[in-house]
């Protein structure tokens, strides 16, 4: 079983920045491909960035692509989400996912176990 515990989530202004922090347990992360997804009360989970289990790949959604950035630390177990130029529509709740097996990072099925999810407000 895989434990995942998100936090820094908040409220900023448009073109503010914020970093998320995704913390496991129950298994040795490196095992662990992770992804970050976004969803907003009435609206599918949208695939937002993943990473790879050693960091070398990885895939970010066009929504964001050029703003976030994803990042891991394999000896702190952690996976971080790098926010920056915050624009309205990233208003959300993010939730951090793991995955075991076969990776395929833009869908929300391939994962295997998710976090608790944090929510993320941007103001203008």
């Known amino acids: 079983q895989v434990q995942l515990v998100e936090s820094g989530g908040g409220l900023v202004q448009a073109g503010g920045s914020l970093r998320l922090s995704c913390v496991a347990s129950?298994?040795?992360?490196?095992?662990?491909?992770m992804g970050w997804f976004r969803q907003v009360l009435g609206k599918e989970r949208e695939f937002v960035a993943a990473?790879?289990?050693?960091?070398?790949?990885?895939v970010y959604a066009d929504s964001v692509k050029g703003r976030f950035t994803i990042s891991r630390d394999n000896a702190k177990n952690t996976v971080y989400l790098q926010m920056n130029s915050l624009k309205l529509e990233d208003t959300a709740v993010y939730y951090c996912?793991?995955?075991?097996?076969?990776?395929?990072?833009?869908?929300?099925?391939?994962?295997?176990?998710w976090g608790q999810g944090t929510q993320v407000n941007v103001s203008s």
């Open positions: 990473i790879s289990r050693r960091g070398g790949s990885t």
């Open positions: 129950g298994r040795t992360f490196s095992s662990l491909d």
């Open positions: 996912a793991a995955e075991l097996s076969t990776w395929y990072p833009r869908s929300a099925g391939s994962y295997d176990y």
